[in-house]
């Protein structure tokens, strides 16, 4: 059933393996480079012109064929326009979730469906699916469900939380069962041991080696304001920008004898005020709050009515451990997340991403932190956030 593969070639050795791996199954296979990005960095170098030139190599070692396809047009509307509106509302956002939302599960998938005929795509991410690493289990009319990686540490489920049911149906994770020293170990015995060696990608792709406070001015304009200290509410300096800072981040003020950490940032005043201490209790809460939660596969059975409880687990952030929480559906479909650990730095627009045993259930967008511990009475957790009154309170904030 599953003959024709469009494999995303980014120019990376997971990609590379991933391709190599499908043409060893017997695939018919064609590698697509997905230009995204078509700026020069502070080099004065495109990122993606240097990737296009590994990715042809790859496809000529392993005897595929390479169509590169222009998304630059719709990766800024839909992912880089999203993250300035983002940083510029006093949202933290994820593009890399949104990327693999709009650009590569949905551009991607329906260009390799519709104008290269593919059966099905394949990528290099870490992630597996129920109905196997090449859709040897794949049932018509079947949900497939979304799972971790056999490697914990590369698992990459927590990017594609947000992709739809229908595209994940015919997506290949060659990878999903595979440690990262054992794909770079196909690569060499390959002859792409040139590739295996490139540094991985780290952070947001097209900043490249720059600071993040020296890219993002480029395209907000700086609105300053100044740093209030949370504890006196006295004025300790002055930042350029909110857009420029995120919460949790520490800050050295000119004058000031500690460190200071970002706490919260008001749109009207462009005002941040930050607080004493990495471990301050005012950044720590027990309660995220979300809008629309998007299900991978479908709905809990357990919040299918409101104010039941799902018992599962979660993150906001990728490289965290998983962490046990309560979540309840409101009457107007958001969800409201009691943590069983505090967690820091909770930030308006992060996504949330669930996990019940080895699945990924899906995501929501952070909207709000329920009351901090500092709120509570320093450190102290109050009985009110266990009960369905004290979620109501919180999810009003």
Same mark, same amino acid.
């Given at each position: 059933?599953? #003959?024709?593969?469009?494999?995303?070639?980014?120019?990376?050795?997971?990609?590379? !393996?991933?391709?190599?791996?499908?043409?060893?199954?017997?695939?018919?296979?064609?590698? %697509?480079?997905?230009?995204?990005?078509?700026?020069?960095?502070?080099?004065?170098?495109?990122?993606?012109?240097?990737?296009?030139?590994?990715?042809?190599?790859?496809?000529?070692?392993?005897?595929?064929?390479?169509?590169?396809?222009?998304?630059?047009?719709?990766?800024?509307?839909?992912?880089?326009?999203?993250?300035?509106?983002?940083?510029?509302?006093?949202?933290?956002?994820?593009?890399?979730?949104?990327?693999?939302?709009?650009?590569?599960?949905?551009?991607?998938?329906?260009?390799?469906?519709?104008?290269?005929?593919?059966?099905?795509?394949?990528?290099?991410?870490?992630?597996?699916?129920?109905?196997?690493?090449?859709?040897?289990?794949?049932?018509?009319?079947?949900?497939?469900?979304?799972?971790?990686?056999?490697?914990?540490?590369?698992?990459? @489920?927590?990017?594609?939380?947000?992709?739809?049911?229908?595209?994940?149906?015919?997506?290949?994770?060659?990878?999903?069962?595979?440690?990262?020293?054992? !794909?770079?170990?196909?690569?060499?015995?390959?002859?792409?041991?040139?590739?295996?060696?490139?540094?991985?990608?780290?952070?947001?792709?097209?900043?490249?080696?720059? @600071?993040?406070?020296?890219?993002?001015?480029?395209?907000?304009?700086?609105?300053?304001?100044?740093?209030?200290?949370?504890?006196?509410?006295?004025?300790?300096?002055?930042?350029?920008?909110?857009?420029?800072?995120?919460?949790?981040?520490?800050?050295?003020?000119?004058?000031?004898?500690?460190?200071?950490? !970002?706490?919260?940032?008001?749109?009207?005043?462009?005002?941040?005020?930050? %607080?004493?201490?990495?471990?301050?209790?005012?950044?720590?809460? #027990?309660?995220?709050?979300? =809008?629309?939660?998007?299900?991978?596969?479908?709905?809990?059975?357990?919040?299918?009515?409101?104010?039941?409880?799902?018992?599962?687990?979660?993150?906001?952030?990728?490289?965290?451990?998983?962490?046990?929480?309560?979540?309840?559906? =409101? =009457?107007?479909?958001?969800?409201?997340?009691?943590?069983?650990?505090?967690?820091?730095?909770?930030?308006?627009?992060?996504?949330?991403?669930?996990?019940?045993?080895?699945?990924?259930?899906?995501?929501?967008?952070?909207?709000?932190?329920?009351? =901090?511990?500092?709120?509570?009475?320093?450190?102290?957790? @109050?009985?009110?956030?266990?009960?369905?009154?004290?979620?109501?309170?919180?999810?009003?904030?």
């Amino acid at each position: 059933m599953f #003959r024709n593969i469009v494999v995303g070639l980014s120019g990376g050795v997971d990609s590379a !393996v991933a391709a190599l791996l499908l043409k060893r199954k017997g695939f018919n296979v064609t590698a %697509v480079f997905l230009r995204n990005w078509d700026t020069a960095d502070e080099t004065g170098k495109c990122l993606a012109d240097e990737d296009y030139k590994d990715a042809e190599y790859i496809s000529k070692k392993i005897n595929i064929p390479l169509v590169e396809v222009n998304f630059v047009k719709e990766y800024w509307h839909e992912v880089f326009t999203y993250l300035l509106e983002s940083y510029e509302g006093g949202y933290t956002p994820n593009p890399d979730i949104m990327c693999n939302k709009n650009i590569k599960f949905k551009k991607f998938y329906n260009f390799a469906r519709e104008n290269l005929k593919a059966d099905a795509i394949a990528t290099g991410h870490y992630a597996r699916s129920s109905f196997g690493p090449y859709l040897e289990d794949y049932k018509p009319g079947a949900k497939v469900k979304l799972l971790h990686a056999v490697n914990q540490k590369k698992d990459q @489920t927590f990017f594609l939380s947000q992709v739809s049911q229908e595209s994940l149906q015919r997506c290949m994770f060659p990878l999903g069962e595979m440690m990262k020293t054992d !794909v770079k170990k196909l690569a060499v015995e390959a002859g792409l041991g040139v590739i295996a060696q490139k540094p991985e990608s780290m952070g947001i792709c097209f900043i490249g080696t720059r @600071t993040f406070q020296n890219f993002i001015p480029q395209y907000l304009e700086n609105k300053p304001g100044n740093f209030i200290n949370y504890e006196t509410g006295e004025v300790v300096g002055q930042h350029q920008g909110i857009h420029c800072w995120t919460l949790g981040q520490g800050c050295r003020i000119a004058g000031s004898s500690e460190k200071l950490f !970002v706490l919260r940032k008001d749109i009207k005043t462009n005002d941040i005020f930050v %607080v004493p201490g990495t471990d301050h209790p005012a950044l720590f809460s #027990r309660i995220l709050i979300t =809008s629309k939660p998007h299900w991978i596969c479908e709905e809990p059975e357990s919040l299918i009515d409101s104010w039941t409880v799902l018992n599962c687990e979660y993150r906001f952030q990728r490289n965290e451990k998983l962490c046990p929480c309560r979540v309840y559906k =409101s =009457s107007n479909n958001k969800l409201i997340i009691v943590s069983e650990k505090e967690k820091r730095a909770i930030s308006p627009g992060q996504f949330v991403v669930l996990y019940l045993n080895d699945e990924c259930l899906g995501s929501a967008p952070i909207t709000h932190a329920g009351p =901090s511990l500092h709120s509570l009475g320093e450190g102290e957790i @109050t009985s009110d956030v266990d009960d369905n009154d004290g979620l109501l309170r919180a999810s009003t904030v």
